[in-house]
């Protein structure tokens, strides 16, 4: 006789469903681990050191790679500037990790919603702040979580100078230019005589 006969009806579901749901753990255990995230967090030089962090957010290597960027608008201020359109991490658990194209926005929310990836952004930002503005002190802004926080940077207006100038005015000048200069009529030599 099993043990589970012994116990009644109510008992014997109960010890089936427990004995269900521990199988279906350890058989979801068993999952390869490319088929898991890793959540790994290093550092992915964009152009400069400190400029870039990976975050492997996806089974097989895949995640984001977001840019750091500094704003020293306000005298004696380094601080992050934010965009939420990061690039995608290919090959982020391999030895030669890359970033091609764009993540979608919910996933770089995702990502900033982890305190790990949060402090990994501060440091990151604090060594770039150190590096574009050693004289500044580094103040620190958190990452949008939403895409009602992102707020579009604002950039100074064109002035005339900074225009490009009309291209038929620029053609006519060429073609000017480019004119043989007119000769003067020939004088009438004085000594001919």
Same mark, same amino acid.
């Given at each position: 006789?099993?043990?589970?006969?012994?116990?009644?009806?109510? *008992? /014997? $579901?109960?010890?089936? $469903?427990?004995?269900?749901?521990?199988?279906? !753990?350890?058989?979801?255990?068993?999952? +390869?681990?490319?088929?898991?995230?890793?959540?790994?967090?290093?550092?992915?030089? /964009?152009?400069? +050191?400190?400029? *870039?962090? $990976?975050?492997? @957010?996806?089974?097989?290597?895949? *995640?984001?790679?977001?840019?750091?960027?500094?704003?020293? #608008?306000? @005298?004696?201020?380094?601080? =992050? #500037?934010? !965009?939420?359109?990061?690039?995608?991490?290919?090959?982020?658990? *391999? @030895? $030669? +990790?890359?970033? !091609?194209?764009?993540?979608?926005?919910? &996933?770089?929310?995702?990502?900033?919603?982890?305190?790990?990836?949060?402090?990994?952004? #501060?440091?990151? @930002? &604090?060594?770039?702040?150190?590096?574009?503005? +050693?004289? !500044?002190?580094?103040?620190?802004? &958190? =990452?949008? #979580?939403?895409?009602?926080?992102?707020?579009?940077?604002?950039?100074?207006?064109? %002035?005339?100078?900074?225009?490009?100038?009309?291209?038929?005015?620029?053609?006519?000048?060429? %073609? /000017?230019?480019?004119?043989?200069?007119?000769?003067?009529?020939?004088?009438?030599?004085?000594?001919?005589?």
């Amino acid at each position: 006789m099993t043990p589970f006969r012994r116990l009644p009806p109510l *008992g /014997r $579901a109960l010890a089936t $469903a427990l004995a269900t749901g521990l199988g279906a !753990s350890v058989l979801s255990a068993c999952v +390869p681990a490319h088929r898991h995230a890793t959540w790994a967090i290093f550092p992915l030089q /964009r152009r400069l +050191p400190h400029d *870039g962090l $990976a975050v492997v @957010s996806q089974p097989d290597g895949y *995640g984001l790679h977001i840019w750091i960027d500094t704003d020293t #608008r306000q @005298s004696g201020r380094c601080q =992050p #500037r934010w !965009s939420a359109d990061a690039a995608r991490l290919f090959n982020g658990n *391999g @030895s $030669a +990790p890359f970033s !091609s194209g764009l993540a979608p926005r919910e &996933e770089f929310f995702q990502a900033v919603a982890r305190a790990d990836v949060r402090r990994a952004l #501060r440091e990151q @930002s &604090e060594a770039l702040c150190r590096e574009r503005a +050693p004289r !500044s002190s580094f103040s620190w802004v &958190e =990452p949008p #979580r939403t895409a009602q926080e992102i707020k579009p940077a604002p950039y100074p207006l064109l %002035e005339q100078p900074d225009l490009l100038s009309d291209p038929n005015a620029v053609l006519e000048q060429e %073609e /000017r230019l480019l004119q043989p200069a007119p000769t003067a009529p020939a004088q009438p030599d004085a000594n001919s005589d």
